[in-house]
């Protein structure tokens, strides 16, 4: 057998964080099935309450929510990360691709809190798309943006863009320019060489991105909590407005519980229907 | 035994007396959990400069929200990273209830003395300075609408122009309450009237930051607000009216206490006694725009006169709805869930 001289090297820190991991999701548990008892710190006795309390509709409405807010940020910030990452990865021009890579990682660069309450300045009614918008007589009246799942989604795509422009960008180097070179040698112009070449080679990337960006924007917080302002809940609002708002934190411990399990199985589900997708790819 | 050398035994003996008998916690620090940004300024520029020129101890700040702190505290529960906190009347009810502070012995803070009745919270912890939650509303932006009442924020014409606070539904499960002849023992007689303000809500805010922001830019023209944060808004130029409703504003009270297991609960009761120094409780109210929890702080007549800044005892008794602080701590988190079930979503 092959020596590996780094692998105990690398496995150690890797197993101490799994450990870690896995003791804070054991108290997490632990936490979801003991009782909140008024008034105090200290969890009650081993219940199952806290998970019947969440069959209620509301809780069902917020999870619908959270998958379908998830889903539409993840297929949006695609239509809007391919373009770029697409631009990213084919110019030659140096210049050009270090600003794409620049505008496109700033925004990491920023707190998801600064970032958000940018949003609020953009998006209010007395912000700035309403006002140029009123200033070109486009409308008479501020449209609503805030506190919508539009204003919400907008947001949250701006969020996990750069996420998905990497691991997009990352994708399109790896696709060997010369079975496009062969397609269009045969005649295909670029729009029939680009949808039946470099966009099915390109599924991996699409594949990992949308993944990324859903499980991403699943626990989104902050963006939902100000974008939203109560109106548009996502489940993490939830957890905060009934758990740490109020100090239950078993029941709060339940929701993510509940939160968790219903992540991986949306990621189970995506896996499974991605996996025609991932197949044409070359990796 | 030269003149010389008796003058310079002197001089060392008296400095040596000096430095025995000089500020005795010079050496010292005290560590203070608090809230972080404007809070901590406040403190540190006010009662920690008292405390530093009474003792010359230092103090260092450890700073965090209202519920992270409380987790800390929980968890270093026999060896604490603070000697004194900061905190809300009914959270300081959870530490209590959880045994984190020390009962308090008021005679070793002899400002206490004149601590108005309301700021005495419980044996383990007292108040430090209070405010309201009431009507504020930009009269440029609402201008077919008056307020007296809490009743008035029902007006249809406040379809959609209302916030509210997202982290405490008590203030408006209190006031509906009361509105049905209830209080916030009896909350559920306003069940009903909470429910028909729904479709004034525009949003709920979720820190005084964001508050701040709603007002400022019309988002939300009208919220039950701080008066704290309307006052800060108010001097940046917004145009804000606050409201006394006739049944009174809600009256938060933020108080501190003394943490059990702290190895300097001497300097402590010091630094409370700072906190509550009718110079300091003055400096604090004209800072914050804030009630002094001590009856002999002179305010500056301007700030003295604004509404929600209570000065004597009348306006204690008249002007502030007070929910119970150990009840609001025991019925937080189903007021919170009930108002998240039924208003929020």
């Given at each position: 057998m092959k020596a590996r001289p780094f692998f105990w090297a690398f496995v150690t820190p890797a197993a101490l964080c799994g450990f870690g991991l896995a003791v804070a999701l054991a108290a997490l548990f632990q936490f979801s099935l003991r009782a909140y008892v008024p008034g105090s710190l200290e969890p009650g006795g081993f219940t199952l309450e806290n998970f019947a309390a969440l069959m209620k509709p509301l809780y069902a409405r917020v999870f619908a929510e959270t998958v379908w807010i998830s889903g539409v940020t993840a297929i949006c910030t695609l239509l809007v990360g391919y373009p770029v990452a697409f631009a990213l990865v084919r110019t030659k021009r140096r210049v050009l691709k270090s600003a794409i890579l620049i505008i496109v990682v700033t925004?990491?660069?920023?707190g998801e809190v600064v970032r958000t309450y940018s949003w609020i300045v953009v998006l209010g009614n007395n912000g700035f798309i309403n006002a140029v918008l009123m200033k070109v007589g486009l409308i008479a009246q501020p449209i609503?943006?805030?506190?919508?799942r539009f204003g919400v989604i907008a947001a949250l795509v701006h969020v996990t863009l750069p996420i998905m422009v990497i691991m997009l960008a990352a994708a399109l180097a790896h696709i060997d320019r010369d079975f496009e070179r062969a397609a269009e040698s045969l005649g295909a112009g670029p729009v029939r060489t680009f949808l039946t070449i470099t966009l099915p080679l390109s599924a991996p990337g699409i594949v990992a991105g949308l993944t990324t960006a859903f499980a991403w924007t699943f626990s989104a917080f902050a963006t939902p909590q100000l974008i939203g302002g109560g109106q548009v809940n996502m489940l993490s609002n939830l957890v905060y407005q009934l758990g740490f708002a109020s100090f239950n934190f078993p029941f709060a411990a339940s929701l993510s519980v509940a939160g968790l399990a219903l992540t991986f199985g949306v990621l189970a589900i995506l896996r499974v229907l991605s996996r025609p997708l991932e197949a044409i790819g070359p990796h | 035994m030269s003149v010389a050398l008796v003058a310079r035994a002197s001089l060392f003996a008296a400095g040596v007396c000096i430095m025995l008998t000089?500020?005795?916690?010079?050496q010292d620090k005290l560590t203070i959990s608090i809230w972080g940004g404007s809070w901590r300024d406040l403190v540190a520029a006010t009662a920690a400069k008292k405390f530093k020129e009474q003792t010359g101890a230092d103090v260092e700040f450890v700073t965090g929200g209202t519920i992270d702190r409380l987790n800390k505290a929980k968890l270093s529960r026999d060896n604490p990273e603070s000697d004194i906190t900061f905190t809300t009347s009914h959270v300081g009810w959870l530490y209590a209830n959880d045994g984190l502070y020390e009962e308090l012995?008021?005679?070793?803070?002899?400002?206490?003395?004149?601590?108005?009745?309301?700021?005495?919270?419980s044996p383990f912890h007292i108040g430090t300075w209070a405010y309201v939650y009431t009507i504020g509303y930009r009269p440029d932006l609402i201008k077919d609408v008056t307020f007296t009442?809490?009743?008035?924020?029902?007006?249809?014409?406040l379809k959609g122009k209302l916030a509210a606070p997202d982290f405490d539904p008590s203030h408006l499960i209190a006031v509906a309450a009361m509105l049905s002849g209830g209080d916030a023992a009896t909350w559920q007689k306003g069940e009903a009237k909470l429910k028909e303000l729904?479709?004034?809500?525009?949003a709920f805010y979720t820190n005084d930051a964001n508050s701040q922001q709603l007002i400022a830019n019309g988002e939300t023209p009208v919220q039950v607000i701080l008066s704290m944060n309307a006052y800060y808004m108010m001097g940046e130029g917004v145009p804000i009216k606050l409201v006394i409703p006739k049944e009174g504003a809600v009256l938060g009270i933020d108080t501190i206490g003394i943490m059990k297991g702290s190895k300097k609960v001497d300097l402590a009761y010091r630094f409370i006694n700072a906190v509550v120094d009718p110079e300091v409780q003055a400096e604090i109210a004209n800072l914050k725009k804030g009630s002094p929890v001590v009856t002999n702080a002179k305010l500056a007549p301007d700030v003295a006169k604004l509404p929600g800044v209570f000065t004597t005892p009348e306006q204690w008794k008249e002007q502030a709805i007070i929910i119970d602080h150990k009840l609001r701590a025991e019925k937080t988190a189903e007021w919170r869930k009930w108002f998240a079930e039924n208003i929020m979503n």
């Open positions: 925004p990491l660069f920023l609503q943006m805030m506190f919508t | 000089g500020p005795a916690f010079a012995d008021l005679a070793k803070v002899p400002n206490a003395a004149n601590l108005v009745g309301q700021a005495k919270i009442s809490w009743a008035d924020l029902w007006k249809p014409e729904k479709p004034n809500f525009k």
